[in-house]
Nanobody, 120 residues
């Protein structure tokens, strides 16, 4: 059974850092692009960052560029999101996503989410 399990969320003060992890029980993990999404209160879910499978190319939402870093360890079937210089507007439930395949018939999995709260 495929599972994505996020961890590392919690409470942080503005300016502090948190590191999220996503442990994936997926066969051929390296063939999946891994992404982090977030959904704040009353907001739609938004894409935060993506890292491709083998090459490891990355993309970020403008709101987190220069502050967040996405990474992956294919040997450990794990993706990470290093979040620095946190702001209150970063508060949200963060979800891990694994996806492969084309736009018409993708294979996609989601984690259960981990809460990040940034407050003084």
């Amino acid at each position: 059974q495929v599972q994505l399990v996020e961890s590392g969320g919690g409470l942080a003060q503005p300016g502090e850092s948190l590191r999220l992890s996503c442990a994936a029980s997926i066969f051929a993990f390296s063939t999946y692009a891994m992404s982090w999404y977030r959904q704040g209160p009353g907001k739609e879910r938004e894409l935060v960052a993506t890292i491709t499978g083998t090459i490891g190319s990355t993309n970020y939402a403008d709101s987190v560029k220069g502050r967040f870093t996405i990474a992956r360890d294919n040997a450990k079937n794990t993706a990470y999101l290093q979040m620095n210089s946190l702001k209150p507007e970063d508060s949200a439930v963060y979800y891990c996503n694994a996806r492969r395949g084309g736009a018409l018939h993708p294979i996609e999995y989601w984690g259960q989410g981990t809460q990040v709260t940034v407050s003084s």
